[in-house]
């Protein structure tokens, strides 16, 4: 048989071909009609499939989808939000508060804020006069007062009740006045309503929560309405007919916000011109997009700072002021932020921003000293009696685990780094990577010795949650688990002081005392990199989670 | 055939019962939760997450929990999705359409790829042709699927720029032209592994049936060789074929979620990638019993058309 199969297979292998060749030829057809019509369709861009950026349509690879596009119920990033519906005030890009649906922003100053003698305050808020929403009812302080309500009614269930859970009441003496009564003295009230508010015509009496007409298709007063939102797939907005700035704005007709989880999926987009902007570029990928024709990577310092909590309570080393000091002494973080952050990210010394109002300069520095790291170790009482490159203490060596976010691959990169930094002065580093959602429950439990990672703060500089005595979880985010009367006194202070300069004054010296107690190793500043087509104008970006499109009214692209 | 599709369908009931408890058990057990995403947030306090806790009645016990979700699943009530509010239901049937239009491109792409090079390279053994098949099949067999995909995004989206990189439509376009372009690239990425791992079954399968004595028979009783190799070889090739093919369309489901991650792909990967990074249990559980009753149902639809193909099996 293994003499005759070769003849007969010989023979119907002609027969074969042909069925292969009738296939090939069919699938070749067919491949060349779409590679053609693929052809044809090009529009431009960067020479692809993609077509350029215009003030018809500009298309943002967006990294997810919205769970809900109520601003008062989703926990992502507001961007699509901000387009559709605005709030009292917002943020600019110099993070500083300015008013948007207010005709300014209350201050003691201007008379907007007094504060009562039983220890509460009243903020009066003056709305801008001619705004209506998009179905053509007038915004009035009557929407203002139902969304207090709305919020703090036991029935809807809103992502953060904070700050609204002290308002008593509100008043609406008139139609463009709402004056908010707060129970205590709240200092970042400036902040309360950037949000914006609940159109009360449409959603008195109902259940918000399962109101899903207007969680997917919120009534706003901003630049932009959805038409239509693809679910997996992208959500576009088209501007509206009668904004209150006048006809003239926005002057980009059209948004389409494609969801695109994969960021490298998002960069070959913005390579190809099918997508014309991206917030949040990774700074690994800025190499790859900064020398792209017809984009322009926009960089500013975020209001974020990546830093190494050292948690005091699962680590007996961490109480010790001298080694949390000896450890960032012994990181050069000047190297990393040059290398591994290809200079992208500059090195912070604290956890208030450069860019917030209350930022100091003036506080005690950790510069990279390996020989005053040792000389703070051996102080403490922490040496090498071994000789195995440990150090040890009562015949317990000084290690931990250094926990961070698997996949995230700059993260993974420094963990190394400090290992391998700390590790020259004798301590013993372990790395543990967690997916990211698991972390999230991780150091709110506590269970960790270390951890690389980030806090997005506010822009109210209130740190109170990240360092109070009495803010370990569950009750705030204090998971250095520090305990420090005088720190807790001043921020405490400042919590309750609306005055800007007094209270700055409390956040500086609470500034001071944290690079004194030094609980946690700064790292560097999250550093925003957008990438944007070089034809936009009027792109100011954004440090604060408002995000870039605050004031997407007045972008513009222009011919190249 | 009746009896024993009954019968199949009456033991898969307590299958998957047990694979909703294990799924359930090893959903809660894994660090994080749906809430977990609210704690980087320093604006919701833990008040508000106790709050949020009570309203998705995670304050339940867990027994408390699977009961109340397995009496909503036998009566068609799969709940809400913890992200963002709306029936599980609507959101599982907004996705399975995409994921079934890629499945079935792949699944033709893979046929019409693997069975003339299984039969060819089964028919050239040892030739050139074989060789190369050898090697494309490795190569397919061994491509990660999530760099392959971006490779064909790069070559064929970025620097030739005839495809769309992901997505499934364009916002101008939607015709079939437009859907097609969107297609190419994940189905092809999709189709590479089970076209090669098909090429290479169906290649020793024929290898196999050319080799008995019944293949020499039909030649010595004078049937064409076209005829006894497609109608005598091929046909009893595929039985087996046939199955790996049914088993393997099952494991599309769950394996279109990276591709469908790195195209954008509007799918039930897409969604279960989303709903696992949040951890939303109800779509999570609806996700994974909805591929358990797949890959239950195909299973015995290959045992269907196995015995409808193979008539010895019948007896």
């Known amino acids: 048989m293994s003499l005759l199969l070769p003849v007969r297979v010989r023979s119907f292998v002609s027969e074969t071909r042909i069925v292969a060749r009738r296939h090939s030829r069919a699938t070749a057809y067919v491949v060349l009609a779409l590679l053609a019509s693929g052809a044809c369709s090009r529009e431009g861009g960067n020479g692809g499939v993609g077509r350029a950026a215009s003030n018809d349509l500009l298309i943002v690879a967006y990294d997810r989808e919205p769970d809900t596009l109520n601003r008062f119920s989703t926990h992502i990033l507001e961007d699509v939000q901000t387009c559709i519906v605005e709030g009292l005030v917002t943020t600019d890009e110099k993070m500083q508060v300015v008013p948007l649906l207010a005709t300014e922003v209350p201050s003691p100053e201007n008379g907007g804020v007094v504060l009562r003698e039983d220890g509460g305050m009243d903020v009066t808020w003056k709305l801008r006069p001619g705004v209506k929403w998009h179905d053509g009812v007038p915004f009035t302080s009557a929407d203002v007062k139902f969304t207090v309500d709305a919020i703090n009614s036991p029935v809807y269930n809103p992502e953060s009740t904070d700050g609204f859970d002290r308002i008593a009441s509100v008043d609406t003496p008139d139609s463009l006045t709402a004056v908010v009564h707060y129970k205590e003295v709240y200092a970042p009230y400036e902040i309360q309503f950037i949000r914006g508010a609940l159109p009360k015509h449409l959603l008195d009496g109902k259940d918000i929560d399962a109101a899903t007409e207007y969680n997917r298709n919120p009534l706003g007063t901003g630049p932009y309405k959805v038409t239509e939102w693809k679910t997996g797939e992208y959500i576009l907005l088209e501007k509206v007919p009668d904004y209150w700035r006048g006809a003239e704005y926005p002057k980009i007709a059209r948004i389409l916000f494609k969801f695109i989880p994969n960021s490298t999926t998002r960069i070959n987009q913005l390579k190809s011109g099918e997508a014309h902007l991206a917030a949040l570029v990774p700074w690994d990928k800025f190499r790859e997009l900064k020398d792209v024709p017809g984009l322009t990577m926009h960089r500013m310092m975020g209001n974020s700072y990546e830093h190494i909590t050292l948690n005091e309570r699962s680590v007996p080393a961490f109480r010790d002021v001298r080694v949390r000091r000896a450890l960032i002494h012994a990181i050069d973080r000047e190297l990393l932020a040059r290398t591994i952050l290809d200079g992208l990210a500059p090195v912070i010394d604290g956890s208030i921003q450069p860019l917030s109002w209350a930022y100091t300069d003036s506080v005690r520095k950790y510069p990279y000293d390996t020989t005053r790291a040792r000389a703070l170790l051996d102080e403490a009482g922490w040496r090498d009696t071994n000789g195995d490159g440990i150090r040890e203490k009562d015949g317990s060596p000084l290690r931990f685990t250094l926990m961070t976010q698997a996949g995230f691959a700059i993260r993974e990169n420094i963990a190394q780094a400090v290992q391998r930094q700390l590790k020259d002065v004798g301590v013993d580093v372990k790395i543990q990577l967690v997916d990211g959602t698991a972390i999230s429950s991780l150091w709110f439990e506590g269970k960790f010795d270390a951890m690389l990672h980030w806090w997005h703060m506010p822009s109210d500089p209130e740190i109170t949650t990240f360092f109070a005595s009495d803010r370990t979880p569950p009750a705030g985010r204090n998971i250095n688990y520090i305990a420090d009367d005088s720190l807790d006194r001043l921020m405490y202070a400042s919590d309750r002081t609306v005055a800007r300069a007094p209270r700055r004054a409390l956040l500086v010296a609470a500034q001071q005392r944290l690079a004194e107690l030094a609980p946690e190793i700064p790292l560097y500043n999250v550093t925003r990199l957008d990438a944007v087509p070089a034809t936009l104008r009027n792109f100011k970006g954004n440090p604060t989670n408002t995000g870039i499109f605050w004031n997407v009214w007045e972008w513009e692209v222009v011919k190249p | ?315």
């Open chain 2, 1 to 315: 055939m009746l009896k024993l599709t009954a019968r199949r369908l009456i033991q898969a009931v307590p299958l998957l019962l047990l694979i909703s408890i294990l799924v359930f058990a090893l959903l809660h057990a894994a660090p994080g939760g749906p809430l977990a995403i609210y704690l980087e947030n320093p604006n919701v306090r833990p008040e508000d997450i106790e709050r949020l806790r009570r309203s998705l009645g995670l304050d339940r016990s867990l027994p408390v929990q699977y009961l109340a979700w397995l009496k909503g699943f036998v009566v068609g009530d799969w709940g809400f999705s913890f992200a963002d509010g709306r029936p599980v239901l609507v959101r599982m049937a907004e996705r399975i359409p995409a994921t079934l239009e890629l499945i079935l491109a792949s699944l033709v792409i893979a046929f019409l790829a693997a069975v003339p090079a299984g039969v060819a390279a089964a028919a050239r053994r040892h030739s050139l042709f074989d060789r190369g098949v050898t090697i494309f099949t490795l190569a397919g067999i061994s491509l990660p699927t999530f760099w392959f995909g971006l490779l064909l995004q790069l070559l064929f989206a970025v620097s030739l720029g005839w495809l769309p990189s992901s997505g499934r439509t364009s916002i101008m376009g939607g015709d079939l032209v437009d859907r097609a372009r969107h297609l190419v690239l994940p189905a092809i990425v999709l189709a590479t592994v089970h076209a090669a791992v098909w090429t290479r079954y169906l290649r020793s399968s024929m290898l196999g049936v050319l080799a008995q004595r019944f293949i020499l028979a039909a030649h010595g009783r004078g049937v064409p060789s076209r005829r006894v190799v497609f109608r005598h070889a091929l046909g009893n090739a595929l039985l087996p074929f046939v199955t790996i093919v049914f088993l393997d369309a099952a494991i599309m489901v769950s394996g279109a979620v990276v591709t469908e991650s790195v195209f954008a792909w509007p799918g039930l990967g897409g969604l279960f990638t989303e709903a696992l990074a949040r951890r939303d249990y109800t779509v999570l559980m609806a996700f994974l019993m909805v591929t358990s009753t797949s890959v239950i149902v195909l299973n015995l639809a290959a045992d269907l058309s196995y015995r409808w193909l193979d008539p010895r099996v019948r007896t």
